[in-house]
């Protein structure tokens, strides 16, 4: 199959990034405007109060820097998800938010772990090894654009790096990631074929062109043409008609006011 249904863009495309970035803005802005520090509803390792966080965490940053750092790639890596993702986009949101949450519940230091760096993870993860895994050029050329853009995240996935930020939820949004790219499928790509040599069953023995090339691959010429037989023209051209020799006259007939010879021509 192609990929004319499955790549399209939308006002989803748009709307899904900005939605979700202004609704993290929005949970800050009230936090500054009311005083209210909402840090411990955050996820608290190995605690049953603690699992609130695994849904609520996301929405909560520590500083407007951190809340900044976190939106640029949030509407990036979302409007790339669903263009390029559309079929698996709401799982991969959804349940990225979960188990990246989970993993970081589970593992993580006893703190409260706040932010959406964790779906960060999962959005880089997801797209990077799925555009791998299916071989399809604008999927690996998502890959690769995402490597360049986010590489550098790999190494907040260790302990030691930084002591203020959670590589458990890093590390657990890149463990999400890569599962689903192993869950979920996707289409097989195919390309549209347009020459002979792009079928599967295409035989290049039996190709003519192919045919001119040796088993070193040198060209060989083709062998020269059989020898023509010559057949006269007259014996294939009809006999000429033969028509009588034919006596053309010419009769010369006068303009009417020819014969009135240069006496009625007027000077002004």
Not at 30 to 48: A, D, M, Q, S, W
Not at 243 to 253: A, D, G, Q
Request: no cysteine; hydrophobic share 45%.
């Amino acid at each position: 199959m192609t990929d004319t249904n499955e790549f399209r863009f939308s006002p989803s495309v748009l709307a899904w990034p900005l939605y979700f970035v202004l609704s993290l803005w929005l949970v800050y802005w009230v936090e500054v405007k009311y005083h209210i520090y909402l840090n411990e509803y955050g996820i608290l390792p190995r605690t049953f109060i603690g699992l609130r966080g695994i849904v609520l965490s996301p929405f909560l940053h520590g500083s407007l820097e951190h809340l900044y750092n976190n939106s640029v790639p949030l509407v990036v890596l979302i409007a790339a998800l669903r263009y390029f993702y559309r079929k698996q986009a709401l799982q991969v949101l959804v349940y990225g938010v979960l188990l990246s949450g989970f993993i970081t519940w589970l593992i993580g230091r006893e703190s409260y772990h706040i932010g959406a760096s964790g779906l960060i993870y999962v959005l880089v993860a997801f797209m990077f090894f799925k555009g791998i895994q299916t071989g399809y050029y604008r999927l690996v050329a998502l890959s690769l654009t995402i490597i360049v853009l986010y590489g550098g995240m790999v190494w907040y996935v260790f302990p030691g790096v930084e002591e203020n930020i959670s590589w458990e939820g890093h590390l657990g949004g890149l463990i999400s990631g890569f599962l689903f790219s192993r869950i979920y499928k996707t289409p097989e790509y195919k390309k549209e074929i347009v020459y002979d040599w792009q079928r599967p069953d295409f035989d290049p023995k039996q190709d003519p062109f192919m045919k001119r090339f040796d088993e070193y691959g040198n060209f060989v010429n083709p062998p020269k043409p059989e020898d023509i037989e010559v057949i006269d023209a007259e014996i294939l051209s009809p006999p000429a008609i033969q028509y009588p020799s034919l006596r053309i006259v010419y009769n010369y007939v006068p303009k009417p006011n020819e014969d009135k010879g240069d006496n009625d021509s007027s000077i002004n």
